[in-house]
């Protein structure tokens, strides 16, 4: 079964300093995968996907992420923190019919001045 | 466009007591989803709809019920709450099988 391990459930970076969030995940063959950000007190949005088309994926808000089959991983970037990147960022990959999605655990990304 | 609402926001339940959470979806959206939140743990499904009249499990569905009558709305009940249901609750809804979700902005539960 496909399931997805956010490696840090805590990350702090500096306004203007670059930002990793680490995802690794297990399949057995080359999943989708998806990045979903959940601001404080509101409900989930999808940040950007990957559906084997292309293995660098943009998405919203100049975050994006790499698929790396040969280290299984999918970790999301960005260049450059901003104040209202602090939020909780949720891996997933879809398990299942009927659009079923696995979350993992989050991480969750503070952002200082 | 409203999206996907959720009511109530907010709710204090006692042991035993029994609720209904409202979801509804102005999309025209066929999949609709039940999920808890609970700190540290991401998002577990309760249930899930691919159309009006087909419900199923998801990964935690005991201790609730949730019917689809209609491709708008997608209720879940409670029907004896417990202190282990304490946790926020999502609503989602889809047009089909992408993987992009549209969530409601969430009902915090507490059972006491």
């Known amino acids: 079964a496909q399931s997805v391990t956010q490696l840090d459930s805590h990350v702090s970076v500096s306004e203007g300093t670059p930002v990793l969030l680490r995802c690794n995940y297990s399949s057995s063959y080359s999943p989708s995968l998806f990045w979903y950000v959940q601001h404080p007190n509101k409900g989930l949005q999808l940040l950007l996907k990957y559906t084997s088309a292309a293995t660098l994926v943009k998405g919203i808000n100049g975050f994006e992420a790499e698929f790396k089959k040969s280290e299984t991983s999918f970790h999301l970037t960005k260049p450059s923190a901003h104040m209202s990147d602090a939020a909780e960022y949720f891996c997933v990959v879809p398990t299942g019919g009927g659009n079923k999605l696995t979350f993992g655990t989050g991480t969750q990304l503070k952002v200082e001045l | 466009n409203a999206g996907v609402t959720q009511t109530p926001k907010f709710r204090i339940l006692k042991i035993g007591q029994s609720m209904t959470l409202q979801c509804a979806q102005d999309m025209n959206h066929n999949y609709m989803y039940w999920y808890r939140q609970d700190p540290g743990m991401g998002l577990k499904l309760i249930y899930y709809?691919?159309?009006?009249?087909?419900?199923d499990k998801g990964e935690v569905p005991n201790g609730y019920n949730v019917s689809r009558s209609t491709t708008e709305d997608f209720p879940l009940r409670l029907e004896l709450a417990a202190p282990s249901q304490t946790s926020v609750y999502f609503c989602?809804?889809?047009?089909?099988?992408?993987?992009?979700?549209?969530f409601g902005e969430g009902s915090r539960l507490t059972v006491l």
């Open positions: 989602a809804s889809s047009y089909k099988n992408t993987g992009e979700l549209f």
């Open positions: 709809s691919v159309g009006a009249g087909i419900t």
